[in-house]
C-alpha cells in the first residue's frame, strides 16, 4: 500500500518527538498497519532553528496553511498550539480539502471541537486528537470504541501533571504550595507564570474534551465550575491524611438530572484507592458506564515521548481506515451541552475552620449546620491542648482553634449556604476551607 | 448502512449480557457506528433452558457449526469456552466461511490462537478478543492500535479476580488462605474446584496472549512458570505489609536478551504503588514501551456485563470496519515465542525462613547467600523475644524462629542455589518460602 503521507505543522517537544518516533519504530509500526507513515512536509516558525531531527530533507513551508492544503500531504498534523491563528486556520484548511488532521491542541478542541468535527464529517475525513487529553493515556480511544456500547454516567480524572505533582509533593514533604511552586518552577515541572496550570484552566479545557466524548454533548468550557489548588494549605493535607484522604486535583463530569455537572476543582479521595496513588506527573482517567463498569486508565499526561505516542496511534488508525465520528457520534445526534448548576451537586464535603475560642461559638457552627440539614460523619479538633472551642477549658481568647468537619452528603447549596451564615457570625478568623469528597 | 448480523453461540452469563446490552444501548450503539447490531441466529446446548432474554424469535441452531456456516448471519459470537470441541469447530468453520469472529475464549487462543489468525488472514477477516483478557479492561485495544507505535518492554496485570479477592481477604482479614478460599466458595467467587483459578493456569492463559500481542511472538503457554496462591500464609502478609509491601499474584511478561520471561507467581509489590491498592475481584494490566512509558489499565476482569462491553466494542470495531493484524502483526512477521529461562530471572526476593535457634545457624544461613553473590537489604527477625537465631540469646531449643530478609538485586538461580543449600544444612524447618519482587 501507498505510504501514508504527512505534514507536520509546528516542531517543537511534541514534534520532535513524532519526528524521533517515526524514524525509530517506523519500519515496525508500518508492519503493524500495512503501510508505511511517511513525513513529507513540515512548517515552523523559525527554520533556521537548530533541532534535534534532521529536517533538511523534508519539504519546508513557512505558512501552515500552505503546508495544509499541499498535494504532497495525506494528512496534517497540527502540533501548533492555541485555539486561534496558525493552528485553527491550519486545520480548517487541511479539513476543507479532505484531509484528515491529527491534533494535540486541547484549546483549539475545547474552543471549536463541535464546528470542526462538522467540517470533518462533511469531507468525510478523521480529525483524531488522542494527544489532547492526558497525553499518552488513550482515553480518547476508549471512550470512542472500547465503551461504545455503554452509556457512560460519569468521567473523572487527574488531568494536570503540574499540579498532581505539586500536590505530592507537599503531601510528601509537608512543604506549603508557594514553596514547592518554586521548587517545580525550577525543575521545569511547572511554568513561569502558573496559573493556566495551577488554577484549573488546563484542566477544565480537558475535561470539556472527556465530557462531550462521554456524554454526546457538545463542547462547553466557559462556565465551568473552577477551582485550583492555591488554597490547599499543609494542615488540610494533614488533615486529610489522618482522615483517611488524600487530596488531588480532579475533572469531574457526570449526567444528572439536570444536565451535565462538569467541575474542576480539588477532592478529597480515600487513600487506599487506586487513584489516590497516581502521584507525582501521572495522570489518570476513569469512567463509570452502565456495562463496563468503572475502568481506570493511569499514564503519563505530558512529554514528548508519551505525547508522541498518542499522535502516531492516531495517525494508525487513518492509515489502517479506521475511523469513528469525532466526539462518539455524528454533529447532527450531538445534544447541547445543558450544564447542572454546581449548587446542585450532591456529596460529602471537608471542611476546615479557623474558630475563635469563645463561649457559644462552636454552638453557633453547629446549629448553622443543622438548620441546613447537614450531618457531620467526623469532626476532629485539631487545637491539642484544649477541648473543643467554646467548651470552657483554659485557653487564650482570640487565638482561633482549628476544627475539622466531615459532613455526609448534602448539598452544595446547603453547604455554601451554611458557610455564608458561620462566616457572618463572626466566630472564624478567615474564610471556611471547604474540599469536596468524590465518592468512589 | 445494513445492519451487522450476528450469530450467538453460548447463551451463558456472556451470551446473556450481550443481548441484555444490544437490548438496552443498541440504538445508542448503531448512533455511534453508523449501523445497528442484530442478533440473528443463536445456538446453545439445551434450548428449553429458561433465559432472562427471550430468543424464541430467533433462528435457533443445535449446531454451532450449522450457525457459523449460515448464510443468515455475518459475524459468529463466540462464547462457547473451552480449546477444543464445538468452539474451536465453529470458530474454525465460520473463519474459514469468510465470517468475523469475535469470542471471550482465552483457552482456545491460548492453545490455537496462531493457525486461527492464519485462516482469519487468509480470508481477510477479523478475530477479535478484547474480552478474551481481563474482562471489561480494554487492553487487548490498548496493545494492538493506541501502543502500535511502541516496542514494548513488559506488560504484567492482575489477570485472576478469584486470586485477587483472596489475597484481598487474607490481607485487610489477617485470616489463612483456606479460610478465605472457602468463604470465597461459598460467595460464588472461587470455583468448587479452584486450581484453574488459584493454581495461576487462569491468569497463564491471559498472561500468554498478552505476550504475543506484546511482542509478536507466537502464543505459548505450556511451559510457562507458574506458581499459585496457595503457598502464601498470614505471616507472608503480615511481614510484606511490615516492610512495605502487598503481595498480588501477577503474570508478567518482559523481553529479555535471553528472549521472552514469561511468569506467573505471587509478587511483592511496594504498597503505596497504584497497582497495589487494585484491590478485590477487580484486574489491571500495565505495559512498559519506549514512548509510552508505564500505561495501566484498571477495570472489572469478569462478569456478564462487563465482558459484554468487550464483545459489543469489538463488534462495532467489525461494523465500522476497524481491522487490524490478530496478535498486532500478519501472522508471517509473528516471530517463534523463545523462552529465556526463568534461572536467568533477575530481580529482588523475599525470603522467608523457619529457622531453627541454635548456635551457628544464622551464620551458615548469611554465609550461604554470600556465596552466591546476594546481598541483603533488610533483614527482619520476627521472634518477639529474642535476638536472631543463634546469637546467643536465651531461647527455647528447637523451637523455629521466623526470620524474613528482602534481597538487593540478583539472579533466579543464585536465589535457588542458596535456598537449596540452606535447606540441605538442615537448620530451618521448613521449605523456606521465596516470593519474588517486582520492580515498578
Known amino acids: 500500500?501507498?505510504?501514508?503521507?504527512?505534514?507536520?505543522?509546528?516542531?517543537?517537544?511534541?514534534?520532535?518527538?513524532?519526528?524521533?518516533?517515526?524514524?525509530?519504530?517506523?519500519?515496525?509500526?508500518?508492519?503493524?498497519?500495512?503501510?508505511?507513515?511517511?513525513?513529507t512536509g513540515v512548517s515552523a516558525r523559525d527554520r533556521a532553528k537548530p533541532r534535534t531531527v534532521d529536517v533538511s530533507k523534508l519539504?519546508?513551508?513557512?505558512?501552515?496553511?500552505?503546508?495544509?492544503?499541499?498535494?504532497?500531504i495525506d494528512v496534517l498534523v497540527e502540533l501548533i498550539g492555541g485555539a486561534e491563528g496558525s493552528a485553527r486556520a491550519a486545520v480548517e484548511a487541511a479539513l476543507d480539502a479532505g484531509k484528515s488532521v491529527v491534533t494535540a491542541n486541547k484549546a483549539l478542541l475545547a474552543?471549536?471541537?463541535t464546528q470542526l468535527a462538522r467540517r470533518a464529517e462533511a469531507k468525510g475525513v478523521s480529525l483524531n486528537f488522542e494527544a489532547a487529553v492526558a497525553g499518552g493515556i488513550p482515553i480518547v480511544k476508549t471512550l470512542r470504541e472500547s465503551l461504545a456500547g455503554n452509556q457512560v454516567k460519569r468521567v473523572f480524572g487527574i488531568l494536570n501533571g503540574t499540579c498532581n505533582y505539586i500536590l505530592?509533593?507537599?503531601?510528601?514533604?509537608?512543604?506549603?504550595?508557594?514553596?514547592?511552586?518554586?521548587?517545580?518552577?525550577?525543575?521545569?515541572?511547572?511554568?513561569?507564570d502558573p496559573s493556566f496550570d495551577v488554577d484549573g484552566h488546563d484542566t477544565a479545557h480537558k475535561l470539556s474534551i472527556l465530557t462531550s466524548l462521554a456524554f454526546g454533548t457538545e463542547i462547553s468550557t466557559d462556565t465551568t465550575p473552577l477551582e485550583g489548588i492555591r488554597t490547599i494549605t499543609p494542615a488540610d493535607i494533614k488533615a486529610a491524611d489522618e482522615?483517611?484522604?488524600?487530596?488531588?486535583?480532579?475533572?469531574?463530569?457526570?449526567?444528572?438530572?439536570?444536565?451535565?455537572?462538569?467541575r474542576v476543582h480539588p477532592t478529597m479521595l480515600p487513600k487506599n484507592s487506586a487513584i489516590a496513588q497516581v502521584d507525582g506527573v501521572l495522570n489518570c482517567v476513569a469512567v463509570d458506564s452502565d456495562f463496563a463498569g468503572e475502568i481506570m486508565l493511569v499514564g503519563p499526561g505530558a512529554g514528548a515521548r508519551a505525547t508522541?505516542?498518542?499522535?502516531?496511534?492516531?495517525?494508525?488508525?487513518?492509515?489502517?481506515?479506521?475511523?469513528r465520528p469525532t466526539f462518539r457520534l455524528p454533529v447532527a445526534s450531538v445534544e447541547p451541552h445543558i450544564r447542572a448548576p454546581i449548587r446542585a451537586h450532591e456529596g460529602g464535603y471537608y471542611i476546615r475552620l479557623s474558630v475563635y475560642d469563645r463561649t457559644g461559638a462552636f454552638a453557633a457552627i453547629a446549629s448553622r449546620m443543622a438548620e441546613q440539614g447537614i450531618s457531620l460523619e467526623s469532626i476532629v479538633q485539631k487545637h491539642p491542648r484544649a477541648g473543643l472551642p467554646g467548651s470552657g477549658r483554659p485557653s487564650r481568647i482570640d487565638e482561633p482553634t482549628p476544627v475539622v468537619m466531615i459532613t455526609h452528603e448534602t448539598t452544595e447549596a446547603a453547604i455554601r449556604q451554611a458557610l455564608e451564615a458561620i462566616e457572618a457570625d463572626g466566630h472564624v478568623h478567615e474564610k471556611p476551607q471547604m474540599i469536596r469528597i468524590e465518592k468512589l
Not at 509546528?10 to 519504530?25: F, R, S, W
Not at 514547592?180 to 525543575?187: E, G, I, K
Not at 482522615?243 to 462538569?262: C, M, P, S
Not at 508522541?308 to 475511523?323: E, F, K, N
Request: with cysteine; charged share 20%; net charge negative.
Open 1 to 39: 500500500m501507498e505510504p501514508l503521507k504527512l505534514g507536520l505543522a509546528g516542531l517543537g517537544t511534541v514534534g520532535g518527538g513524532v519526528l524521533e518516533l517515526i524514524a525509530h519504530n517506523g519500519e515496525a509500526l508500518a508492519g503493524r498497519c500495512g503501510r508505511a507513515l511517511v513525513v
Open 59 to 72: 519539504e519546508w513551508f513557512d505558512d501552515p496553511v500552505a503546508l495544509a492544503r499541499s498535494p504532497s
Open 111 to 113: 474552543e471549536h471541537g
Open 168 to 192: 505530592t509533593r507537599m503531601q510528601n514533604e509537608g512543604k506549603g504550595f508557594a514553596e514547592v511552586l518554586a521548587d517545580a518552577q525550577a525543575a521545569g515541572y511547572a511554568e513561569a
Open 243 to 262: 482522615l483517611g484522604y488524600r487530596i488531588k486535583l480532579l475533572g469531574v463530569a457526570l449526567r444528572t438530572d439536570g444536565g451535565i455537572e462538569q
Open 308 to 323: 508522541a505516542s498518542s499522535v502516531v496511534s492516531d495517525l494508525m488508525d487513518i492509515a489502517t481506515g479506521t475511523s
